[in-house]
T-cell receptor, first 113, second 111 residues
């Protein structure tokens, strides 16, 4: 059981470039989400999904796009990278949103130059 | 922002002492969860307490919840050096689909 797998672990981009952060889980979880973690800010929700084909915005969605074509995968796309998007990104999943612990990946550390 | 706040921001104690950290939140909740994050790693779930519960125990962890004050506390008893980590609370918003994390408490346990 791999749990939640995020790739890549590290990435450096130039301003204006686009990229996709990958997230996959093998636990058949319905609820998946993306967070960014910045110093002193805790974790902030970017986008989430309550099941395949259903996505919604979180607290800080601007500049990011998501899709959920399968239960297992929930990629996060940066459309045009900006230095303000330098952060550590975490993907999480749970059986459902209600009364369930979230399982986190180990994160992607992203630097935008 | 709907984020909660944790207090203190940083805590340093001697091994064997108890550590208490507090979380305040803003919305009505279904449950509140506590997570631990070791340096450079993802978050690991510790304990979940539902809105109709007031206290919950798990090993050396004790969590309390006061929904009237919108606050929770996490007590770690007989701390160990391996407890050194950041601790976050997260609230499951009632009527919504979002989780809100606190800003975290950085705990250092000195051997």
């Amino acid at each position: 059981n791999a749990g939640v797998t995020q790739t890549p672990k590290f990435q450096v981009l130039k301003t204006g470039q686009s990229m996709t952060l990958q997230c996959a889980q093998d636990m058949n979880h319905e609820y998946m989400s993306w967070y960014r973690q910045d110093p002193g800010m805790g974790l902030r929700l970017i986008h989430y999904s309550v099941g395949a084909g259903i996505t919604d915005q979180g607290e800080v969605p601007n500049g990011y796009n998501v899709s959920r074509s399968t239960t297992e995968d929930f990629p996060l796309r940066l459309l045009s990278a900006a230095p303000s998007q330098t952060s550590v990104y975490f993907c999480a999943s749970s059986y459902s949103k209600r009364d369930q612990p979230q399982h986190f990946g180990d994160g992607t550390r992203l630097s935008i130059l | 922002s709907q984020q909660g706040e944790e207090d203190p921001q940083a805590l340093s104690i001697q091994e064997g002492e108890n550590a208490t950290m507090n979380c305040s939140y803003k919305t009505s909740i279904n449950n509140l969860q506590w997570y631990r994050q070791n340096s450079g790693r993802g978050l690991v779930h510790l304990i979940l307490i539902r809105s109709n519960e007031r206290e919950k125990h798990s090993g050396r962890l004790r969590v309390t919840l006061d929904t009237s004050k919108k606050s929770s506390s996490l007590l770690i008893t007989a701390s160990r050096a391996a407890d050194t980590a950041s601790y976050f609370c997260a609230t499951d918003e009632r009527g919504g689909n979002q989780f809100y994390f606190g800003t975290g408490t950085s705990l250092t346990v000195i051997p």
